[in-house]
């Protein structure tokens, strides 16, 4: 008897474990400046966040922030984003649809 509750309560414990988890990466993409312009500068920034995007999903992750956006040289502009598989809005894993954080999520984040 002892032996079976022992083992229930680890599954318990490695259940709840479970809940707790999400899946998160950082990823950063570079993409190449055509010239010294604003337009070119923008237009650089909106692949690299799209080539980003495209890994994040790729990898089932569902929600992307940018972190930072820096010019790396003359040519080439880098894009850091955070991607997970949870909603920072709802505390929800995607894949599992299990709460993972409190219900009052902070207002100043935002989806991108």
């Known amino acids: 008897m002892r032996l079976l509750c022992r083992f229930l309560c680890a599954l318990c414990v490695l259940n709840v474990a479970s ?3 999400a899946r998160v990466a950082v990823i950063q993409t570079t993409a190449r400046l055509s010239d010294h312009s604003e337009t070119s500068l923008r237009q650089a920034v909106k692949e690299a966040v799209a080539t980003a995007v ?3 999903l790729a ?3 569902s929600q992307v922030a940018l972190q930072g956006i820096s010019q790396v040289d003359d040519e080439t502009v ?9 909603d920072p809005e709802r505390g929800q894993s995607q894949e599992r649809g299990q709460s993972t954080e409190s219900d009052d999520a902070s207002p100043d984040k935002q989806e991108i």
């Open 59 to 61: 990898m089932g992750l």
């Open 54 to 56: 495209r890994g994040a």
């Open 78 to 86: 880098a894009v850091q984003v955070l991607a997970s598989d949870v």
């Open 19 to 21: 809940v707790a988890s």
